[in-house]
């Protein structure tokens, strides 16, 4: 996310906002298709967190967020799914003249994941997170889309590694010129007793032509699963970013470190 968005060649803009768009509704159809027709594949969750923490920047000021999403994955591999959250760091950006009107983040996504081995597996797709709301003339579209491949070994039945790269096709979330940035995104998992799992993460946010915004993100945290659906999962996260690029109108540092806690239900 972007807390200091530009303006940029209105003809690319306004592609790039149809391509984001175009497959945010394709996403969305095909993930409502899904859910109607073939409820053995379907899956959901819905989550209510402390805080909507992206790459390690908060998305809410530092406030709860309540969230959601679905997937329907096929036998054969392919998967489609859509997911959404309340946010508010477009609201809360500094801009001279109209102010934004924005409050919910809506992503779909489209992938294939399969295995090499017994051990290996891996998961490719494209990603387009959606702002809807109103902006001032100029504002630069915060909307984006993302293709990735990740990959990830399980040596055993209690410890994963993971790691993917993100790469953006448009302009990532708000800055100008900056299609072609990535975030790589390094994950180890070890469930440690039946129905807890260590969780540690480590990130790298590039981006095109506004370096300074660049920076890097880490987390350590646990999770608490239940036989019911539910799970509870507590986490620290930080990052260096630097402090004056990322605080917003309200002198909230959204880099910050930070703790949250979440807790989710899977269906």
């Given at each position: 996310m972007s807390l200091h968005s530009k303006t940029e060649n209105a003809a690319g803009a306004a592609g790039k906002t149809v391509l984001a768009k175009a497959a945010l509704a394709t996403a969305l159809a095909f993930a409502a298709l899904a859910a109607t027709t073939a409820?053995?594949?379907?899956?959901?969750?819905?989550?209510?967190?402390?805080?909507?923490?992206?790459?390690?920047v908060s998305q809410n000021n530092q406030n709860p967020a309540l969230q959601g999403g679905i997937?329907?994955?096929?036998?054969?591999?392919?998967?489609?799914g859509?997911?959404?959250?309340?946010?508010?760091?477009?609201?809360?950006?500094?801009?001279?003249?109209?102010?934004?009107?924005?409050?919910?983040?809506?992503?779909?996504?489209?992938?294939?994941?399969?295995?090499?081995?017994?051990?290996?597996?891996?998961?490719?797709?494209?990603?387009t997170y959606y702002y809807p709301g109103d902006y001032p003339s100029g504002f630069n579209s915060p909307d984006t889309t993302e293709i990735y491949l990740g990959g990830t070994l399980a040596p055993s039945e209690t410890v994963s590694v993971g790691l993917k790269y993100s790469y953006a096709v448009t302009d990532l979330f708000g800055y100008a010129d900056s299609d072609g940035s990535g975030y790589l995104d390094a994950n180890l998992n070890w469930t440690f007793?039946?129905?807890?799992?260590?969780?540690?993460?480590?990130?790298?946010?590039?981006?095109?032509?506004?370096?300074?915004?660049?920076?890097?993100?880490?987390?350590?945290?646990?999770?608490?699963?239940?036989?019911?659906?539910?799970?509870?999962?507590?986490?620290?996260?930080?990052t260096d970013a630097e402090q004056?690029?990322?605080?917003?109108?309200?002198?909230?540092?959204?880099?910050?470190?930070?703790?949250?806690?979440?807790?989710?239900?899977?269906?």
């Open positions: 409820h053995a594949g379907t899956s959901g969750s819905v989550s209510l967190t402390s805080d909507y923490l992206f790459r390690g997937e329907y994955a096929h036998d054969s591999g392919f998967y489609v859509a997911w959404g959250s309340n946010v508010s760091w477009l609201s809360d950006t500094v801009v001279i003249g109209d102010d934004i009107s924005n409050s919910l983040e809506l992503d779909g996504y489209v992938g294939y994941r399969g295995k090499a081995g017994e051990l290996f597996s891996y998961d490719v797709g494209v990603l007793q039946p129905t807890w799992t260590l969780n540690v993460h480590g990130g790298k946010q590039w981006i095109e032509h506004n370096k300074d915004f660049e920076y890097a993100d880490w987390k350590v945290g646990v999770t608490k699963s239940f036989d019911n659906g539910f799970s509870v999962a507590a986490a620290y996260s930080d004056a690029l990322y605080t917003n109108a309200h002198d909230n540092f959204l880099a910050d470190d930070a703790f949250t806690l979440t807790v989710s239900k899977a269906f």
